[in-house]
């Protein structure tokens, strides 16, 4: 191979290699440019179910039998899912609970939201107080932070502070009487009265124990058959929370 044929094969090696990046660099702009309209489509969707939140309250303080709040309250879901745990990673806990209803399709509908059902495998939780509305999945934001709220729209990350390690690593000091007290030790005599008298003390609390959980099992199977007569369309709302979870 002469050396034409050398600089020929290097300047197409060349060539190919920046189409390539080239390429690359198309495809990422692109699935960058959909990532961030699939944000803001999702911020849109909070803020329209925000409106709409501040629509239905209006109407509900005019006459609050016919306009009544769309959603089902998340205390009359509360035996079917722990959802205190899951609003208590939303900073909501106590009383708050009783101020927000999971909207399921027919409250979307009612509310003029109907191009949100299907759409999101998320619920969305809503507050008639404060207007705050939570999508359950929640979704990135530009800035790669995980976002619930229609509030945190606009987060920001949180500036870490620097500890210094002097202040880390402070440990109590232990006083050399301390560490040199003499450990009593037991007769195996002692030890053999000891056991027994424990066993013996620890028998009526394990009966007492044993009586406690049938007793506990047979309330289970009561609320479980209870359960089992519940509306369907809460189980749908419940799955929909648990999947937030993951």
């Known amino acids: 191979m002469n050396k034409d044929s050398l600089k020929r094969a290097s300047k197409f090696?060349?060539?190919?290699c920046a189409i390539i990046a080239v390429v690359v660099f198309i495809v990422i702009y692109i699935m960058n440019i959909v990532k961030k309209e699939k944000i803001k489509e999702m911020q849109a969707d909070l803020l329209?179910?925000?409106?709409?939140?501040?629509?239905v309250k209006g109407k509900n303080n005019v006459n609050k039998d016919e306009n009544p709040l769309r959603g089902l309250q998340i205390s009359k879901i509360g035996e079917k899912v722990n959802i205190k745990a899951i609003m208590e990673k939303h900073g909501i806990t106590g009383d708050d609970l009783a101020k927000y209803y999971v909207l399921r399709d027919s409250d979307l509908a009612v509310m003029e939201l109907g191009e949100l059902i299907g759409k999101n495998k998320g619920a969305?939780?809503?507050n008639y107080d404060n207007y705050e509305v939570i999508y359950t999945?929640?979704?990135?934001n530009t800035k790669g932070l995980t976002c619930y709220k229609v509030s945190e729209i606009n987060k920001e990350p949180e500036i870490q502070k620097v500890i210094p390690a002097s202040s880390s690593t402070t440990e109590e000091a232990v006083t050399p009487a301390e560490t040199t007290t003499p450990v009593e030790t037991a007769t195996p005599a002692e030890a053999t009265t000891t056991d027994n008298a424990t066993q013996t003390s620890a028998t009526p609390e394990n009966q007492a124990s044993a009586a406690e959980t049938t007793t506990n099992q047979e309330a289970t199977v009561d609320t479980t058959i209870e359960n089992e007569n519940t509306d369907e369309q809460i189980m749908v709302i419940v799955n929909r929370i648990k999947n937030k979870t993951k």
């Open 13 to 16: 090696f060349i060539i190919i």
């Open 48 to 55: 329209l179910v925000q409106a709409k939140v501040e629509i």
């Open 124 to 126: 969305y939780i809503v």
């Open 137 to 140: 999945l929640g979704y990135t």
